[in-house]
Structures are given as C-alpha cells and as structure tokens.
C-alpha cells in the first residue's frame, strides 16, 4: 500500500469539555502525548481504562466531507475531538503499523470509537454515523514538532 498523506489540522483542549483549539503546530513527547492537550496533563475525560495507545489521536478529512455528503452533517476539524486531520492517509488501514508524521514517528494502535459526548458538544446526532470512521489512536515513538502541511507516510522499523 503506497500512499503519501497531510496534516491539514492540528488540535488540542486543554482541558475536557472545553472546545478543541486550532494550532499551526504540535510538540509531540514520545511516550506522553501531545504537548498543552488534556491527555499528556492527565486532565482527559474518555474512559476508566487508560491505554498507551491514546498518546495522540488522527481522524480523516475525507470522513468530514462523508458526513456532509451522506448525511447532511456540517462538522469541522476543530469539532471531530481528534489532535490530527489528514487528507489521504487510509487511518482504518493502519493499526499495528508504523507512521512517520513530519519529524515524529508513531505506532498505530487501535482505531477509535465515537462517543456520544460529541453529540453533546456539537449538537448534533453524529454517533452512529462516526462508526467505524471515528480515527485511530497512535503511541508517540519519536517526539517532534509536526505542523500544518507536513507530510504522512508509512514508516518501516526504525
């Protein structure tokens, strides 16, 4: 599978419940998370099973623009909940695999699951439709800064 993929956003929320902010670029910290988000200062809010895997999170443009399209849904970066959006990068593809993204290297490990506290803050019924394209949970290999438009591909073992 050959493919090369962007970054075309970039978010965190410093804390949970609070919108997600917009930012140009990202500190990556392997094996912590994502610099300033609610995550890697523990001031998360998505389970009672804390995992690795949640360092950072992805989530498709091409998903965004299906919601629009099928569905009638208007959702933006900004409001999917993930750090990462990519524009071709196939994320249910790459569980178990090795991504480099801008200087960083991850390990995709799980795809993620919609909640519905999305629907809370969006107001919007987006559960269902987010099933089985909610984004992918990656663990930080390599810290680094990525930023908009830095490029996304695969990675063999380093």
Not at 71 to 79: F, K
Not at 97 to 111: N, P, V
Not at 119 to 140: C, D, N, W, Y
């Amino acid at each position: 599978m050959a493919w090369t993929g962007s970054i075309i956003g970039l978010h965190i929320a410093p804390r949970s419940f609070l919108p997600m902010k917009n930012m140009g670029v990202l500190d990556l910290i392997k094996g912590v998370g994502v610099s300033g988000d609610r995550y890697s200062s523990e001031n998360g809010f998505y389970s009672d099973r804390p995992e690795e895997g949640r360092q950072i999170t992805l989530f498709e443009e091409e998903t965004l623009i299906a919601l629009s399209r099928d569905y009638g849904i208007s959702l933006t970066p900004a409001e999917h909940r993930r750090n990462v959006t990519t524009r071709n990068v196939p994320l249910n593809h790459l569980v178990g695999q090795r991504i480099k993204i801008g200087e960083c290297l991850l390990e995709a490990t799980r795809l993620s699951t919609p909640c519905r506290h999305i629907e809370q803050i969006t107001g919007q019924e987006v559960f269902e439709p987010l099933l089985h394209r909610s984004g992918l949970h990656a663990r930080i290999l390599r810290s680094g800064t990525i930023r908009v438009g830095d490029a996304i591909s695969l990675s063999g073992k380093e």
